[in-house]
């Protein structure tokens, strides 16, 4: 089946190291995007990307990098740099050739420092 | 800026009809999406509106007004398996392509 897949669902990071979460699709999506989401609060996008080898960064780039060397993946490093990385992750993408495309999301990873 | 407002809870009765209001100040704006998140999942997608007026799927209806810079969500039936997060979500067009802004969603609680 089509879909977006988010991997691990839950990751805990130790202080000062750096963590990889995979996000994968198959639905031959051109757009893939980060967002972030903490209790009580929306989505707020971290970087996105319309085409291989191309990424913009969001609202909250700080702290994170991705790179689009494949259309199907889309990786997130937080960095150390990221002081308060504990947070919900989610993966979406969608078409990019007209605007009311809707994003479809992954079923997300939690990611806690330990 | 972009800004998104949409009430933090509310709560109705099942069979009801319930409306999610929300209002955005956004520039670039080029459409409006409502999605639904049940707690600890992703969001699922449910409308979207780009011009001005009410959008019907089944028991879910969108309305849109850019003049007004509102849109809600109109909820009819109601089942206690819509209780769950309601984001409301603006379309802004920019240079590296679409992103959406999100509001803080509305959570919905729909008792017996």
């Known amino acids: 089946d089509g879909g977006i897949t988010q991997s691990p669902k839950y990751l805990f990071r130790k202080e000062g190291q750096n963590v990889t979460l995979s996000c994968e699709q198959n639905?031959?999506?051109?757009?893939m995007y980060w967002y972030r989401q903490d209790p009580g609060q929306g989505l707020r996008l971290i970087y996105y990307s319309q085409i291989v080898n191309d990424f913009q960064k969001g609202d909250i780039a700080e702290g994170y990098s991705v790179s689009r060397e494949k259309k199907e993946s889309f990786p997130l490093t937080v960095t150390s740099a990221q002081k308060n990385p504990t947070a919900f992750y989610l993966c979406a993408s969608s078409r990019a050739d007209n605007a009311n495309q809707p994003q479809h999301f992954g079923d997300g990873t939690r990611l806690s420092i330990l | 800026g972009q800004n998104i407002d949409q009430p933090t809870e509310m709560t109705a009765t099942e069979g009801a009809i319930v409306q999610i209001n929300c209002t955005y100040q956004t520039s670039g704006f080029n459409g409006l999406f409502w999605y639904q998140q049940h707690a600890g999942e992703a969001p699922t997608f449910l409308s979207y509106?780009?011009?001005?007026g009410l959008e019907e799927k089944g028991r879910f209806s969108s309305f849109l007004s850019r003049s007004k810079g509102y849109s809600y969500l109109l909820l009819k039936e109601l089942q206690m398996k819509d209780s769950a997060s309601y984001l409301c979500?603006?379309?802004?067009?920019?240079?590296?392509?679409?992103?959406?802004?999100f509001g803080t969603g509305t959570q919905l609680k729909v008792e017996l």
């Open positions: 979500a603006g379309m802004i067009l920019t240079g590296g392509g679409n992103k959406l802004t």
């Open positions: 639905l031959n999506h051109d757009a």
């Open positions: 509106n780009v011009l001005d």
